[in-house]
C-alpha cells in the first residue's frame, strides 16, 4: 500500500465516519462478511478480546455505520455490509488494505483525524483579538 492510497478524499472519509479505531474494528468485522446478518451483541463478543468493546459500542458503531450509509439492517434488528454508494465502498476496501498492510500508521491517521477535528472544534470557540 503505498502514502497515495491515503488521499485527501480517504483521510476526509476516516475523519468524517470513523470516530475510533474500535469503530474502524467493528466496521471491518462487518466488511469481512458480506453475506452475513450480523447482531452487535454477537459481533462485539467475536470481536473480544483483541478489541474491548461493548455491546452498547458495538451496536452504536454500526447504527452510526446505517445512518451514513455503510450498512443495511434488517427486522431483528441485525446488520450487514451494504454501501449505499460506490464510492463508500472504495474507501472501506482502502480501509481494510490499509488496516491488514499498515495498521500503524492507520491508527495514527484515525487519532490525528480525531484530535484535529477536537481542535478545530475548540478554536471555534476562541476569541478573535482586535
Known amino acids: 500500500m503505498q502514502d497515495a492510497a491515503f488521499s485527501d478524499e480517504f483521510c476526509a472519509f476516516i475523519q468524517k465516519m470513523i470516530p475510533a479505531v474500535d469503530a474502524a474494528e467493528v466496521l471491518l468485522a462487518v466488511y469481512a462478511q458480506p453475506d452475513a446478518w ?23 458503531y454500526l447504527e ?49 483525524l480525531r484530535d484535529l477535528k477536537i481542535q478545530s472544534f475548540a478554536d471555534a470557540f476562541k476569541l478573535k483579538g482586535k
Open 64 to 112: 452510526m455505520f446505517h445512518s451514513r450509509g455503510l450498512l443495511a439492517i434488517d427486522p431483528d434488528n441485525r446488520y450487514q455490509y451494504r454501501p449505499a454508494f460506490e464510492i463508500l465502498a472504495g474507501h472501506v476496501q482502502t480501509l481494510a488494505q490499509a488496516y491488514k498492510e499498515r495498521p500503524v500508521t492507520l491508527i495514527r491517521m484515525i487519532y490525528a
Open 38 to 60: 450480523l447482531h452487535p451483541a454477537d459481533l462485539a463478543r467475536a470481536l473480544r478480546p483483541a478489541v474491548s468493546v461493548t455491546d452498547a459500542e458495538a451496536a452504536r
